[in-house]
């Protein structure tokens, strides 16, 4: 009996690295009857007495877990939006990171497309990488295009770490990952464009290494709605609004229309910025009005 850690599923198979080995496995019958599938990121016990093709006897518990990529006990996500093409967009940065916030999963920011962009959007995204650093987030300005000296000092984010990458089509994700691990070779725009499929359709979602931390090679949070989240849960997603919250008047408190809001005072007061809380009421406004599920 040994524990390790699955890195890899295709069609029935789990790879699962333990001290430095990887061991194929297959999953015990049992878990198929009561329903349960050990994901790419598991802790597992496995027993490995047969070299060729050992079982995995038992999924350890989950500290969180995603459908897509479907991956277990993840660390962090990488955010990846840039800087121009396409346009830097903060409503759906926003909106990355309250569903990665909600999923307990802490968010990192990395803005890519430095080396393209002119001295005035350089002025704009520089303000907003600021704003972004003074909620508490870490936030990273960079450019795929450069040398791997420069690249190598982001590898410290990955270390010791399973990540997620998020972002929006066209953004360099496969660009940032195949700059920072040119072994991994993913495919990016530039070559597979013109397939005019998508790309990540038959592909297995792998664990890669990336400096010492493990990195999902396929990108994740495909759908953008806010179906998991409830309006009272809303206000923990953005950590700027829930400092405030213990100082609203009012015990449950949305921070809408309520008076005394803590909240509400802090943007006036310029310490909320307006747009993060305009995107929260919108936010707000979304799930309020999303059809109730039975
Ligand atoms: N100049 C410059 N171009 C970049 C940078 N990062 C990515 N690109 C270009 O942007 C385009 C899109 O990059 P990809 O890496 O395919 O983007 P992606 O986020 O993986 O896109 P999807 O696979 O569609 O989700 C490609 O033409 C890249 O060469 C960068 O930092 N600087
Ligand atoms: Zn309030």
Known sequence: MAEGRIIKAISGFYY?????????????????????????????V?????PDEGYVLEVKPRKNELIR?????IDQAIIVSSATMPDFNPLLLDRFLVLIESK????IVFVTKKDIISESQRQLIDGYVRE???I??????LSSKENLDELRKLETYFSNNVSVIAGQSGVGKSSFLNAINPLLQLKTDDISKSLGRGKHTTRHVELVE????????????????????EANELDECFPEINEQKPYCKFRGCMHNKE?????????????????????YISFLNEINSRKPRY
């Open 132 to 134: 972004y650093q003074q």
């Open 16 to 44: 699962v690295k333990s001290d430095g080995e990887v061991h194929q496995c297959r999953g015990r019958g049992i878990f198929r009857k009561k329903n349960i599938t050990p994901l790419v990121g598991d802790f597992v």
């Open 210 to 229: 990336v400096a010492d931390g493990l990195v999902a090679d396929t990108p994740g949070f495909s759908t953008l709605d806010f179906n998991e989240i």
């Open 46 to 50: 496995f027993d490995k007495n047969n």
């Open 104 to 107: 307990g999963i802490k968010p």
């Open 259 to 279: 008076p005394k809001c803590a909240v509400k005072q802090a943007v006036e007061k310029g310490e909320i910025s307006n747009k993060r809380y305009e995107h």
């Open 136 to 141: 508490g987030y870490e936030v990273e300005l």
């Open 69 to 73: 990529p479907p991956v277990a006990n």
